[in-house]
Nanobody
Framework: QVHLVESGGGSVQAGGSLRLSCAASGYFDRYACMGWFRQAPGKEREWVALLDGNGAATYEDSLKGRLTISKDNAESTLYLQMNSLKPEDTAIYYC??????????????????WGPGTQVTVSS
């Protein structure tokens, strides 16, 4: 069983920054694709940033330039650095991991493991 736990969320003013972390434990493939998704109130969960097993990152177009996804394989921890935050970034942010698949997919159904989420609130 794989467990993912996010941390680092909080409340910030517009223009501020946050760094989210996702600690993975259990029988975990360190080279599987991992990613961040978010869900705002009343909206579908959407992908934000993905990191494949070769270390290649993909970002949702509207968020490019403000996000950096990274991973510490030794610590089995995924990160998301978010800068220049906007009120529309307010959402619950989820960490997700695929099961033994290095390639990523933007389809959330392709992720076997999910964390409970961490709330990010950006005020204007």
């Amino acid at each position: 069983q794989v467990h993912l736990v996010e941390s680092g969320g909080g409340s910030v003013q517009a223009g501020g920054s946050l760094r989210l972390s996702c600690a993975a434990s259990g029988y975990f493939d360190r080279y599987a694709c991992m990613g961040w998704f978010r869900q705002a109130p009343g909206k579908e969960r959407e992908w934000v940033a993905l990191l494949d097993g070769n270390g290649a990152a993909t970002y949702e177009d509207s968020l490019k330039g403000r996000l950096t996804i990274s991973k510490d394989n030794a610590e089995s921890t995924l990160y998301l650095q978010m800068n220049s935050l906007k009120p529309e970034d307010t959402a619950i942010y989820y960490c997700a991991a695929r099961s033994y698949a290095r390639q990523c997919t933007r389809d959330r159904s392709g992720y076997a493991y999910w964390g409970p989420g961490t709330q990010v609130t950006v005020s204007s």
